[in-house]
Nanobody, 122 residues
Framework: VQLVESGGGPVQPGGSLRLPCAAF????????LGWVPQAPGKEREKVAI???????SYSDSVKGRFTISKDNAKNTLYLQMNSLKPEDTAIYYC?????????????????WGQGTQVTVSS
């Protein structure tokens, strides 16, 4: 099983990026999925999660700016990031856990992508 992120890069404050994460060897409907950025010198933070029924949940730091979604037919998870701030700079990891579709912030992920760097700077 494998997760592969892409779409990162440099962006100016106020800009937008869309991160895809392709999943191989999974059926997304049976997974808890999340985006977990790690900023320099900080621990990883679950900022957006989505369950098998496409119900999302967000941390306060990104609520109203980020949108998590998935395409089950393409086996791909997405993170649409708008109104980006310098403090959003981080390596963004997509993560998954086999839960039968249940998802909350207490779920511990066993499957991780390699990460994609997002740098927000003028």
């Amino acid at each position: 099983v494998q997760l592969v992120e892409s779409g990162g890069g440099p962006v100016q404050p106020g800009g937008s990026l869309r991160l895809p994460c392709a999943a191989f060897g999974f059926h997304l409907r049976s997974l808890c999925l999340g985006w977990v950025p790690q900023a320099p010198g900080k621990e990883r933070e679950k900022v957006a999660i989505i369950d098998g029924e496409r119900n999302p949940s967000y941390s306060d730091s990104v609520k109203g700016r980020f949108t998590i979604s998935k395409d089950n037919a393409k086996n791909t998870l997405y993170l649409q990031m708008n109104s980006l701030k310098p403090e959003d700079t981080a390596i963004y990891y997509c993560a998954a856990e086999r839960t039968g579709g249940y998802c909350d912030t207490r779920v511990e992920y066993n499957y991780w992508g390699q990460g994609t760097q997002v740098t927000v700077s003028s």
